[in-house]
């Protein structure tokens, strides 16, 4: 299995910015997704997870409301819109893949994809 993100760049604040992982290598029941994120000097943290069918998201409390992860099973695409941007919210972004179940930590992931830079800047 192999996730390539992507859609990352530079906005300013209260922008929006829609990120893509696309899913290679893989047939049959889809994965659960998961996204997370880095920014510099911090640990990796939980963004968002969406479920197989993508009726069921999880968020993390710092961008509940503002992101919302979504799929399209049929192009093997999950998405990570990010609205009402915050220079906070500047990281890496990461993709990551469970095969058993949604969780908000990065160790129960199995698949990662490269990262994808966010920078929220006036």
């Known amino acids: 299995v192999q996730l390539q993100a992507s859609g990352g760049g530079l906005v300013q604040p209260g922008e929006s910015l829609r990120l893509s992982c696309a899913v290679s290598?893989?047939?049959?029941?889809?994965?659960?997704m998961g996204w997370f994120r880095q920014a510099p000097g911090k640990e990796r943290e939980f963004v968002g997870s969406?479920?197989?069918?993508?009726?069921?998201?999880e968020y993390a409390d710092s961008v509940k409301g503002r992101f919302t992860c979504s799929r399209d099973n049929r192009n093997k695409i999950v998405y990570l819109q990010m609205n009402s941007l915050e220079p906070e919210d500047t990281a890496i972004y990461y993709c990551?893949?469970?095969?058993?179940?949604?969780?908000?930590?990065?160790?129960?992931?199995?698949?990662w994809g490269q990262g994808t830079q966010v920078t929220v800047s006036s």
């Open positions: 990551a893949a469970n095969e058993e179940f949604m969780s908000a930590r990065a160790t129960d992931y199995d698949y």
């Open positions: 290598g893989r047939t049959g029941t889809p994965l659960i």
């Open positions: 969406i479920n197989r069918s993508g009726r069921l998201q």
